[in-house]
């Protein structure tokens, strides 16, 4: 176990020493322009229906142990 944690200490340390920041940008946006619209349509939609398909499940779960 002790050498899992050394190994894996040791990896953490290594990763972080190659990280490098990213250098000054081009540029962007001016200020004072409308922020670029970001389209929430399938994955929103695809994510809500399965919280509601989930919850759904728990729901009728509880229901045969409550039985």
Known sequence: MFKTF???AALLLAAGTMAQAQGPST?????????AEVPLDGGASLLLAAGVA??????????QVAR
Request: cysteine-free.
């Open 27 to 35: 540029g962007g946006p001016a200020p004072g322009t409308p922020a």
């Open 54 to 63: 989930l919850g759904l499940k728990k729901l009728r779960q509880r229901r």
């Open 6 to 8: 050394l190994l894996s």
